[in-house]
């Protein structure tokens, strides 16, 4: 009989499946309380693109400002 392991990865909002990224995080967030040290240890990041349910509304608002402010190409910066 096989026996698989199988991890997915899915918006905690929509239940859609997320999809990796190479853009990676030069570093991961602290470590929480009781994890180990002082020990041999092997940390693996995975990067994940944030679903689209999630940057809907900001990117709605960014063409709102956008359209209220006149600007065309308008970006995070606001240049």
């Known amino acids: 009989m096989r026996k698989f392991l ?7 909002k929509c239940g859609g499946n997320l999809q990796l990224t190479y853009d990676t995080p030069r570093g991961a967030g602290r470590y929480a309380e009781g994890e180990p040290t002082g020990a041999d240890m092997v940390q693996q990041l995975v990067s994940i693109e944030p679903c689209e349910c999630t940057t809907r509304p900001l990117d709605e608002m960014r063409r ?3 359209v209220l402010l006149g600007m065309s190409g308008f970006s995070r ?3």
Do not use: N, P
């Open 6 to 12: 199988i991890t997915k990865f899915v918006c905690s």
């Open 64 to 66: 709102a400002a956008s």
């Open 77 to 79: 910066t606001g240049a």
